[in-house]
C-alpha cells in the first residue's frame, strides 16, 4: 500500500526557516517523481517543487517562480525520503503543504501538475506570521 506522509510544518516568522519531510513507503522511491504542492484558503492547489526519478545528482528539479532560489527539494531514496527545505519565508507562503507522487515512471523531467499524480500524503500545515 502506497503512503506518503509529511512532516516539518509549524509556524514561522517571515524571514525563517522550514524543512518539510516526505516520508514514503510501500514502494520504491527511486522510480517515482515526487512532488510538492500547496493549498491556501480559498486558492487552488499549485505546485511548489518536483523531483523527477531520473536525472542528475538524484533527479531533475523543478521550482515555481513564487520560490525559485527560496526553496530546495532534494531526496534521500535509501531513506525513502523527499525533503523541501524553505528558506526566506514570506507570509504568502503560509500554505498547507502535500507531497505527492507519481510513478513507476523513467522520465527525466517531473510534471508541475497536480492532475498528473496519482498519491498524495496528507499534508502539512505552514503558518508564516509575525
Known amino acids: 500500500q502506497l503512503q506518503l506522509v509529511e512532516s516539518g510544518g509549524g509556524l514561522v516568522q517571515p524571514g525563517g526557516s522550514l524543512r518539510l519531510s516526505c516520508i514514503v513507503s510501500g514502494f520504491t522511491l527511486n522510480s517515482y517523481d515526487i512532488g510538492w504542492f500547496r493549498q491556501a484558503p480559498g486558492k487552488e492547489r499549485e505546485a511548489v517543487s518536483c523531483i523527477s526519478s531520473r536525472g542528475g545528482s538524484g533527479g531533475n528539479t523543478m521550482y515555481a517562480g513564487s520560490v525559485k532560489g527560496r526553496f530546495t527539494i532534494s531526496r534521500d531514496n535509501a531513506k525513502n525520503t523527499v525533503f523541501l527545505q524553505m528558506d526566506s519565508l514570506e507570509p504568502e507562503d503560509t500554505a498547507v503543504y502535500y507531497c505527492?507522487?507519481?510513478?513507476?515512471?523513467?522520465?527525466?523531467?517531473?510534471?508541475?501538475?497536480?492532475?498528473?499524480?496519482?498519491?498524495w500524503g496528507q499534508g502539512t500545515e505552514v503558518t508564516v506570521s509575525s
Open positions: 505527492a507522487a507519481r510513478g513507476p515512471t523513467v522520465e527525466t523531467m517531473c510534471p508541475p501538475w497536480p492532475s498528473n499524480y496519482d498519491y
